[in-house]
């Protein structure tokens, strides 16, 4: 599974991104698609994670009711929709690809290569 990122960039606080994460190759064992975020000096941590279908996602708490994940199984992609930014929320945004339900991102085999997000005061 090849992941590429994109749609990262500067906002100013409370404004808004939608990152994209297009994927190609053999991604049929690897349906589970996940967003992840290392800002400068910290470890890289869980973002959102959606299932194959769609229909199942779940949010870090720090993101929940601003941020939305989605996917568009037709065009092998999953999207970031990122509102209500906050500086915190810099970072840089990687989509990555597994075949299981985990949250733990040492568990992903499949990394994009991430894409700058930075929000200003």
């Known amino acids: 599974v090849q992941l590429q990122a994109s749609g990262g960039g500067l906002v100013q606080a409370g404004g808004s991104l939608r990152l994209s994460c297009a994927s190609s190759?053999?991604?049929?064992?690897?349906?589970?698609r996940a967003w992840f975020r290392q800002a400068p000096g910290k470890e890289r941590e869980f973002v959102a994670i959606?299932?194959?279908?769609?229909?199942?996602?779940y949010y870090t708490d720090s993101v929940e009711g601003r941020f939305t994940i989605s996917r568009d199984n037709a065009k092998n992609t999953v999207y970031l929709q990122m509102n209500s930014l906050k500086p915190e929320d810099t970072a840089v945004y990687y989509c990555?690809?597994?075949?299981?339900?985990?949250?733990?991102?040492?568990?992903?085999?499949?990394w994009g290569q991430g894409t700058h997000v930075t929000v200003s005061s």
């Open positions: 990555a690809a597994a075949a299981v339900w985990t949250t733990r991102h040492s568990e992903y085999e499949y």
């Open positions: 190759g053999r991604a049929a064992s690897n349906s589970i």
């Open positions: 959606i299932n194959a279908k769609g229909n199942t996602i």
